[in-house]
Each structure stands twice: as C-alpha cells, then as structure tokens.
C-alpha cells in the first residue's frame, strides 16, 4: 500500500533530495484517490481535473508504506515528532485503508489526528477504539447554503454527527473553516461561536485557487479580512469574548469591545491541533502569509495595523 507525503514531511523523512530546514512538529499524511463528493475547491473532488498528488498548493508524493515506516523510525532515533496528521480523502475503500495506517502508526507512540469525512457515529468510535486522540470533521463553509453549493450533502446531518461526537469525546474534535468561500465576515464569526457552544476546535483555511477545480478562477480572501476573522477566532476560544462585544458595520467586523494587548499576535499563527503549523499550505514562502507557521516570523507592525479595531 502506498501513502501520500507532503513536501515537506517527505524531505525530513528523507524520501524526497530537498532540505527542509524549519522544524515540522508534526508529519503531514495523505490517503489520496478521487474523492466521492465533488467539493468545488479540492483537487482530489470526483469531477476535478486538478493533478491528484495536490492537496491545496501542496503536492503530496506517494511512497510505499513500508519505507515510510522504516524512514519514521529513522528519523524518531533523531528528532522528536509531537503528533501525526492524517488528512483522508473519501475515496472507495477509505475507511480499511484508514484504519490499517492508524493500526501501523500508533506503535510508535504519537499522537495521531485524522481529518476525515466519516459516514456514521460508529466509523468514528472506531477511530477512537483504535487510539487515535483527535479528529477533524471537515465543515468548511460557514453557512448552510454555502455548504449545500460548494461542497453537497446535507448540513443538518454534518452539523448533527459533529455535535454527537463531540459529546461524546469532549475535547477531542476539529472542524475547518475555509474563508474566502462566499461568506461574510459576520457568517464566519457565527460559525466560530456555533462551534465553540459544541465543544469543537476550528482551524482555519484560506481559500487557494487551483488550477482544474471548479473554484480556480475565484479569488483568494483578501489579507484584511482574514486577519480579522483570525483575530475573532483567538478572541472566541482563547479569550471567551462574549457574542455582543464584537460590533459590525453591515457584515463587516467594525470593532472587538474588548482591550488592545500584544499576545493578540499570536491569532496570526496558525490554528489546528497542538503542534500543527502546516507550513505554506495555503500560500507560497514568498507570496502573503496568511496562517503563520513559525513565531519568528510573527511581526508586531502587523498586528498594530488592527488597534484600530480594539476598545480604546
């Protein structure tokens, strides 16, 4: 069985000739194939004509599972790994596949996140039965008619399977929000609250056109409002900041009620599991940043550019 690396993890494995210098906390996998739903932005979707070893701007070359292993246990004797992340493509079969890697993956003792698009309750708890310690339950888009357009399903159900397990396995779910999908700056704050009243973690995604899906001539999120919906989702969940201390002008975000402080910088970083940085996912290492992957490359000036749009 093959599996699909990223960049990145591929050359700290030692599979690709590349030097990957920066630290990667955690190792990025894929199981790849055509997808069975037809999402408008993703390359791997049923009637895209993207090429298939990309996932977002990433490419994600194959290797046979055991080199990877054999690559793993090499670099472990070396460098410490602080989690593994799956991201599964719902492809025929996805669910043995899935389940024979984390079988494979959990001797080594990391934790394992998975972020799929699981069918029932009971797929899940499998999950969980075999070790992982999180998953991610793609969402996505912000609203209900979003969803329904951009991705197909039914909202109600996805919305439903989240919210029962995160019940029953409190603190260990994820969701993904993709701005720059149509929604507005008040829709996506919304969702973050919706989420946060579940229990759920969001991580999020800028959107990145790619050539051959259905969305790769709309545009990416402008840069402002990105950072202010970053700004909003480390208010939400790292700061508890109350629905009505955040004002809008129309569907803009205006103000956050709340004091100006320069921890706040740390919103611009990116948003996921412990130890995720997924580095230049969305963006290219000389192009705009939107989620920052390492601390150093925070800058104050940027945040100063938002006091604005603090109590003051």
């Known amino acids: 069985m093959n599996i699909g690396v990223s960049f990145a993890t591929a050359s700290k494995l030692g599979l690709v000739n590349f ?101 029932s309750f009971e797929e899940v708890t499998n999950y969980f039965n075999l070790g992982i310690e999180r998953i991610g339950i793609a969402v996505d888009a912000a609203t209900k008619e979003l969803f329904e357009v951009v991705k197909g399903g039914s909202w109600k159900r996805h ?24 929604e507005t700056e008040r829709q996506a704050v919304n969702f973050l609250y919706e989420m946060k009243e579940m229990n759920v973690k969001v991580a999020l995604f800028a959107f990145t056109p790619i050539k051959g899906t259905k969305m790769a001539d709309y545009s990416r999120p402008s840069v402002e409002s990105y950072r202010k919906i ?43 599991c412990d130890f995720c940085n997924r580095p230049f996912y969305n963006e290219s290492p000389n192009g705009i940043i939107y989620n920052v992957p390492y601390v150093e490359m925070l800058r104050r000036k940027d945040l100063l550019s938002f006091s604005n749009l603090f109590r003051r």
């Open 19 to 119: 030097k990957f210098r920066k630290p990667l906390p955690t190792l990025y996998f894929v199981l790849g194939g055509r997808c069975i739903y037809d999402c408008k932005f993703c390359t791997h979707a049923r009637n895209s004509k993207a090429d298939i070893l990309k996932l977002s701007r990433v490419t994600w070359p194959e290797f046979p599972m055991d080199l990877v292993e054999k690559r793993l246990e090499i670099l472990l004797k070396k460098d410490t790994v602080k989690r593994i992340c799956f991201q599964v493509v719902s492809s025929v079969n996805y669910e043995e596949h899935l389940l024979e890697v984390i079988r494979i993956f959990k001797k080594f003792g990391i934790p394992i996140s998975i972020s799929v698009r699981p069918k």
């Open 230 to 272: 970053q700004l909003a989702r480390f208010l939400v969940f790292e700061k508890n900041i109350e629905r009505d201390r955040i004002l809008y002008e129309g569907e803009k975000i205006k103000m956050f009620k709340t004091n100006f402080s320069d921890d706040l910088i740390n919103a611009f970083l990116t948003s996921g």
């Open 159 to 182: 919305i439903e399977l989240i919210k029962t397990v995160a019940l029953h396995f409190p603190n260990r779910v994820s969701t993904h929000l993709i701005i720059g999908l149509g």
